[in-house]
């Protein structure tokens, strides 16, 4: 991804995190909920909770390219939707200067599929995780009845779908956006359909509540095995999208690393899943009052080493996978992290590395040896989460730390610098000419 090397972050460490940080509504749930709006002929959708992240504004502009009318209200953090006169299959587009630099742009098929008849998507981006294949989605949409044709010389798929009928459905593995993709796919659909092995991940079920109350039929979410009744229209509504699991878990983990008391408001304890039991074996603690997660490292305690095998939810996020192994530089001892979702991710360690870290990756399996002494570098963000970690070792490291190009995590992450510096920490992002 060469555009986006205007932004950086630089971070001097040696600071602990203490006071009170926000924390963003979760991109995983927002993205497929924009295209979700889509699916309304009548009324206008507004999401609040929106975080203000580059990944919603390529969802937001997509929609509008496809024909929605569409305001972001970010200081409200609102974001109006109306999708009432999207039909014109002209528009069925995703254009690859949108839709190939994020992995969310595939969430708008199944609203391209019911309103317009068919869909095009002229390249599929996202992070550089190594293969990430969509053949789940494709293989759903045509077992409802498209016709899916793939060009992958020039990575442009075409969709043929007139009209669907339900059908019984499955996934190899419980893929997240798989899940999002058929139920939206579904919804809408004469009769019935069944999907088994579906994604259980927080984020699907608050896109499931959303869907049910614009007026799907589905039921069976979170039991891996979901039903959908498909329905004639979907209305718009209001829904404030859940907080974000993976933001939680990076300022938690930032907290562990730097040391310090910080209270993440909104962030939900049960929602990191096995994560929250790793951090605790570390030696973090957590204490949960209301919505507000408390959480605390004495940084005169040395950390324990730890092993994490990520899964897909409740097992450990692999998105947290690159925090962990951030962290897992500073523990006593050596620790074991195996990496069973995307290959790619394991790009941390040389940039790790650089920093003084000493991770040997050995297949899915990384080693850390700790504790290190980190030391600041220039280093590379290769995806969004690989870049917010390394933003993380800059907390701890000694010196200066240089991390870019900052459109990855700007991605994902709201205001990143200036919610770690209201902690104590000394971070900037930097707009380069
Ligand atoms: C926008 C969004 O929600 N992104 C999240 C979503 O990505 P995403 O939904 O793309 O991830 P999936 O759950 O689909 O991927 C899981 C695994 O299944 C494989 N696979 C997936 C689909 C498919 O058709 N064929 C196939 O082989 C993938 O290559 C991967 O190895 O879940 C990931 C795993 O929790 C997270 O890291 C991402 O942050
Ligand atoms: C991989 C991620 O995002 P996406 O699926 O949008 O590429 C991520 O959030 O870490």
Redesign the pocket.
Known sequence: MSMGQEVRYRVRGGRPLNGTAFIQGA??AV??MIGAALLASKGRTVLRNVPNIEDVRRALELAEHVGAKVEFHEAERTAVIDASRLGDPERAVLPADIAARF??SV?FVPALMHRMGRARIEGVG?CNLG????????RGFARLGAEVVEDEERNHITIDAPSLRGGHLYL???????TENLIMAAVLARGTTVIEHA?L?P?VIDVIEFLRAMGAKISGGGTGFITVEGVEELTAVEHTIMSDR?DAGVFAMATAAAGGDVSLVGANLEHLGVARWKLDQMGVEFSQQGAVLHVRRDPSVPMRPINAVTS??PGF???LQSPLMALATLAEGESYLHEN??DGRFALADELNKMGAKIEVEGTRAIVHGPTELRGAEVAAHDLRTGASLVLAGLVAEGETVVAPGYLVDRGHAQFASRLAALGADVTREHLA
């Open positions: 991109k995983n993205l497929p992995r969310g969430l996202g293969s990430r294949k969509l053949d789940f989605h494709y190899d593995t419980p893929s997240h956006t798989g994604a991940e984020e993976i897909p939810y996020a692999t998105d979702i995307y």
